[in-house]
């Protein structure tokens, strides 16, 4: 009987131990985490020249009558401007990306409606707060523009049935 009590008491004890190292374990775990998130961030650059990269594909995808297309591309582009809001809040660009908001609304309708006409009123919307916002941070240097030639050369722009 002693024997069953010892051996009792010693897998409390071991069982107590072992969830304290993992309960220790999972903090460091948190931690190293937390460390990663903040040295592998993309910086407001990479967020800019992905959105730059969306906003060409929602141009070709718009004039092609890609509806789809069009509706992923400016959900990228809503998505990374979110992210800038959550992740740079440092940043005093930040606070000025609600410039692009008006003209992402009327986009996202446009593309809804399936209005070509519409979409291309809306882009140069969308374009222009771009560089309104590029202004408003001090660079005007950086101006964006309809592109003229589609961004990528292995992607069929075109709908498909």
């Known amino acids: ?56 594909k929602l141009w070709y995808a718009g004039i092609n009558n890609n509806w789809k297309l069009a509706d992923y591309e400016i959900g990228e582009i809503k998505e990374s401007f979110e992210s800038i809001k959550d992740v740079e809040t440092d940043r005093p660009e930040s606070k000025t990306v609600g410039i692009i908001e008006p003209a992402i609304a009327s986009l996202t309708a446009a593309i ?18 771009c560089n309104n916002c590029h202004t408003t941070n001090h660079y005007e240097f950086n101006v964006i523009i309809t592109p003229t030639a589609p961004p990528v ?9």
């Open 1 to 56: 009987m002693k024997t069953i009590l010892h051996l009792s008491v010693s897998l409390l004890l071991f069982s107590g131990c072992n969830q304290q190292q993992a309960d220790k374990s999972a903090g460091n775990l948190a931690v190293q985490v937390q460390e990663l998130k903040e040295k592998y961030r993309p910086g407001f650059g990479e967020y800019m020249i992905g959105i730059q990269l969306h906003h060409s």
């Open 112 to 129: 809804v409606q399936k209005d070509e006409k519409e979409f291309r009123k809306s882009y140069d919307l969308l374009t222009a707060a």
């Open 153 to 161: 050369n292995n992607q069929d722009f075109t709908a498909k049935p």
